[in-house]
């Protein structure tokens, strides 16, 4: 029996009136509230004046406690009252942090402590722990010390999940900001948390033991090392600090063990994920972030059901694409997509694409969502849905460095399984794909660079160059996109991006058969949508546009395009095939970005991927 069982076995027990399992927890849940509380206080009589009140409290009222397994944030909640409660008895928060720095003194248990860091830096820590308020301390050692989700936090505080998640980084920020009025650097806050820990755990085999995640502050252990040795006050060494911090920081993601499964099925659990809305007896949360701004790359989670036990079911953030099913994490190369093939809708659509997408989709009114008319960088918008209220108001934040803040990290079990079902190209995060074909007669050869996550795209930028027949030249880097004639003189300019526009997009966020989609509805094109006869991983895009037809082959799995094929009069003129390198070691020197070049030739309106049907027409210079 694990220890949350034993738990909730003994308050089962203890609420039925049996005595000696009272006794039990009492004494369990005093030991561990002890240090709660004390490192809330920072003083001896103090926790236990309030421990003692929590207890007797406790007992008390247990039998109010309608959920065993939510006993620790209701103790937790209990404990943090009287804490409050003490502190407005006093005559300001700011003349009780005043005078408790002057009397505040650390526990004489730290003789081994005191050979491996200053005193001065002990109390620096420990004062700008002190002058936090209580909300913050407490955030801060629930979430950092006893590794509370933020459910049970908001349930121990009184608050939404949403809030407990702000509270705390509210409460990081408060901290780093006191640490700085002492010359601490930006990185500081993970070892000083660390040392804190140290310094208020109950027994040295305890302080020993005091971890913090790098996930949980966004910062690494080399960082928060250097914060500290390098600031105006510390009196450390980097030897005594790596000493001090030894085996205290777990680095994560989450992924514990990890494994690959050569002949794991494909189109098995990581496939697709159900529309939103349409999950039963669940509530949904979606979270949406878009750090240059809306119509950049997003980064998106996906989390089902509530509770504690309740984690992200899709995770896509800036370096990989996670699925968590039956405790099992796998690592895919295909973003989410929907499992009925409908198409993904986003708060910041425009009434006028979700009008459109409304009508060819008729019967999808459960994916509608509250517009958000939002722009600039950093914008996070978090959407909650049930399937019996559905979907409710949107959150909406401005935030720059939500990535590093923990937002889009993992928060699966710690013994969840791991399966990479990557492949070459997706776990190096980009590649060098190739285009073959012809239209209307004419050969069509190009290469390009595609990323496939957002930590990828910021060094491995896409680009594109390709060239139809004898004639015409076609490049885009993202920052300039200009057609060549045979004298490699430039006949026009467009719109920078303007040839990524009905190509794959992986790095935009959402996966391509969604890019494609959307890609058509912003400039009003019908479109349908089959499975690929004999390949259940392959779908086919059908884009009626007014002279030309175009059919896309989308590899569901690999989230990439196969082949363009254009039609007129329902027959085929041409046809582009796609072929994506895996191994770039032998790429060879064919694969080199287009140059930028300068020109005062005319600029074309941009049309979106109508570039692509103006191609076959042959009027996409003129």
Known sequence: MDEQSDYIELVTKAQLGD????????????????????????QHDLTQEIVQESMLEMCRILGKLKKPDRFWPWLYSIATNKIHRHHRTERTQRKLAHSRAKQFTLRQREEDLQDLVGQELKQIVATAMQNLKTRHRAVLVMRCYDEMSYAEIAESMGCSEFSSRMLFLRAKKALQKQLSRNGFGRGSLLAALILFGKMTAPTEAAAANVSVTATTTGIGLAAGLVGLVTSKTAIISLTTAAVLTAGSVVVTSGLKSTTHRADQDPAGISSAFSPPGQMQNHSE??????????????????????????????????????????NTIYINNHRMYAGDLSVMRLPTDSPQLSGFLDQLERGREEQKMQYVPNTGRGLLVIATRSSARGPNRSWVIRHDNVLDEGYF?????????TIDNRDTMHKRGWTYFTVTGSINGQTISGTGRIPFVYAAGRRYSPWLKMRLGQQLTIADTGENAYATGADRKVLTRFKPGSFF??????????????????????????????????????????????????????????????????????????????????NIDNAGGKFVSPPRISSRAPQQPDTGLLWLARLAEGSLAK
């Open 501 to 582: 526009k009905g190509l794959p997009r992986p790095w935009m966020g959402l996966h391509t058969i969604d890019t494609i989609r959307r890609d058509a509805a912003e400039q009003s094109i019908r479109f349908t949508t089959k499975r690929s006869a004999g390949n259940k991983n392959k779908v086919e895009v059908e884009l009626a546009c007014k002279q030309v037809k175009l059919i896309y082959t989308i590899d569901l799995e690999v989230d990439v395009v196969d082949k363009i094929t254009f039609s007129a009069d329902n027959n085929t003129i041409g046809e582009l095939n796609f072929s994506y390198l895996q």
């Open 19 to 42: 005595k000696q399992s009272l006794n039990r927890l009492a004494e369990l849940a005093g030991h561990r509230l002890s240090t709660y509380v004390y490192r809330l206080t920072l």
């Open 409 to 417: 990290q993992a928060d699966w079990p710690t013994g969840a399984a």
């Open 285 to 326: 949360q979606y979270w949406y972030y878009f750090p240059e701004g809306v119509g950049k790359p997003m980064m998106m989670r996906v989390k089902d059901g509530a509770g504690s036990k309740s984690h992200s079911q899709f995770l896509q953030n800036d370096r990989a694409n996670y699925q968590f099913s039956n």
